[in-house]
């Protein structure tokens, strides 16, 4: 399956974005969806996961409470969105899967970015 993050853009801080990543190739049902994130300089970052029945969710601790993970298996679809922007939440995003579980996904994420990111930039 073939993962493609899109939704980013330029926002204040306290705003709102909703991250989309969208499956092609494959059925997002069959699959944990993970989203990562790289700000330069810095090392990629597990930021949340959602298992493929999405019984299991995995938050960062630096975004608990203000980020929410999601899917639409209709729609081949998985989301973040992210409340409560802050500038250190500007980063390249990415969605990867390492299988069904969040477990396996949050590892693959990390060492194979799969498909384009997309930029988030929280800036007055």
């Known amino acids: 399956v073939q993962l493609q993050a899109s939704g980013g853009g330029l926002v204040q801080p306290g705003g709102s974005l909703r991250l989309s990543c969208a499956a092609s190739?494959?059925?997002?049902?069959?699959?944990?969806i993970g989203w990562f994130r790289q700000a330069p300089g810095k090392e990629r970052e597990r930021v949340s996961c959602?298992?493929?029945?999405?019984?299991?969710?995995y938050y960062a601790d630096s975004v608990k409470g203000r980020f929410t993970i999601s899917r639409d298996n209709a729609k081949n679809t998985a989301y973040l969105q992210m409340n409560s922007l802050k500038p250190e939440d500007t980063a390249d995003y990415y969605c990867a899967t390492g299988g069904r579980t969040c477990i396996a996904t949050l590892t693959a994420g990390l060492r194979k970015r799969g498909g384009r990111g997309t930029q988030v930039t929280v800036s007055s």
């Open positions: 959602i298992s493929d029945s999405g019984g299991s969710i």
């Open positions: 190739g494959g059925t997002l049902a069959d699959y944990a």
